[in-house]
């Protein structure tokens, strides 16, 4: 492997592990316990006819459908604040690799607002090779812009954008990188929700993939897992009767990528005021995932394959499999990596 296709590869992990997740910065589940348990309405990506498209699914009446004129091109994240109030979408016009170098053009960040899902706001990013936003509070949202620049091959800017509620930019900052020397520039990594709203419960994982989960002195270890799948993310319910958690594994070192059925991800629901796995999901896909009242919303599988469930806490059984031709999911159409040289 060259120079340039080993670059190319750590460029695509890092657009794997890093696009899922910048939704939540802090230790300690702040985005949760805003959550209003009356919603019962959500986006999810899915293709219509060639087009990727913005759907609207309502728990309560069971159905979903298109939104309209809800931003073009290719979705590539949907997330919401904590308070759930607005709802940021990134698309891009194209993507794909041009060479060894992947790459998207003509991105841009829709505003919506959280409860009615109407349009406030459509902001140019523009073009680069690889980007991610998040969720820096409840009242701004950050995104993360890595280009080649075109004068010199060999250095890569790093543009960093802060956004307010109304999409005003409230902050911008640019760095250089000379990957030939410093390496590929770092990406914000969210931290894990590693405690519980009131702090009763939390999660410690280790370097070898083992987590435990702690409910204080009464029960000082309710859980403990062994997995060969990397830590993704945690949440939990707002009334601590649960929690959620998901591992991963979409490194080239996964021998079974490439096959019929790649085991690349498995979510967790867990029971605390019981003690138990109320659900254990393995398979393809990403698992992103989201606790919207009662139900645990996941996506699960690639590409036409891939689907979006809903798990019922309370009857403590999956109650609906979204199933859209060609695919569909939480944040976007779950791809599988493509590493290439």
């Known amino acids: 492997m060259n120079y340039f296709s080993s670059l190319a590869v750590s460029i695509i992990i890092a657009l794997l592990l890093s696009g899922c997740g910048g939704k939540n910065r802090n ?130 800017a790093q543009n960093k954008i802060v956004f307010s509620q109304d999409g005003s930019r409230l902050k911008e900052e640019t760095r250089m990188y000379d990957f030939s020397k410093e390496g590929y520039p770092p990406l914000p990594k969210p931290k894990l929700q590693l405690l519980s709203n009131n702090e009763k419960y939390s999660i410690t994982p280790n370097e070898k993939n083992a987590l435990f989960l702690h409910g204080g002195v009464e029960n000082p270890k309710l859980l403990a897992k062994e997995s060969k799948q990397k830590m993704n993310a945690i949440r939990w319910t707002n009334d601590e009767s649960a929690v959620v958690f998901s591992t991963i594994d979409v490194s080239r070192n996964n021998a079974t990528l490439q096959t019929a059925k790649p085991q690349t991800s498995t979510l967790y629901i867990f029971s605390l005021t019981e003690n138990v796995m109320l659900k254990t999901i393995e398979g393809s896909g990403f698992k992103h995932f989201d606790i919207i009242g009662n139900f645990v919303i996941y996506d699960d599988g690639f590409g036409e394959e891939s689907r979006v469930h809903i798990y019922d806490l309370q009857k403590k059984n999956e109650t609906r499999i979204i199933s859209i031709a060609a695919g569909c999911g939480l944040t976007n159409i779950p791809e599988l990596p493509q590493y290439g040289l």
């Open 27 to 156: 230790n300690k589940s702040s985005g949760l316990k805003n959550y209003s348990d009356t919603v019962t309405r959500f986006l999810f990506a899915g293709k219509l006819g060639k087009e990727t498209a913005l759907y609207e699914y309502d728990i309560a009446a069971d159905k979903y459908f298109p939104l309209k004129n809800r931003g073009r091109g290719k979705i590539v994240d949907i997330q919401a604040n904590p308070s759930r109030t607005y709802i940021y979408v990134i698309t891009a016009a194209k993507e794909g690799h041009g060479g060894v170098f992947p790459f998207f053009q003509k991105a841009q960040l829709h505003l919506l607002n959280g409860r009615t899902f109407a349009p406030i706001k459509t902001i140019s990013i523009g073009d680069g090779i690889q980007l991610v936003g998040g969720c820096d509070s409840d009242s701004t949202f950050g995104i993360t812009i890595n280009k080649i620049q075109s004068n010199m091959y060999s250095h890569i």
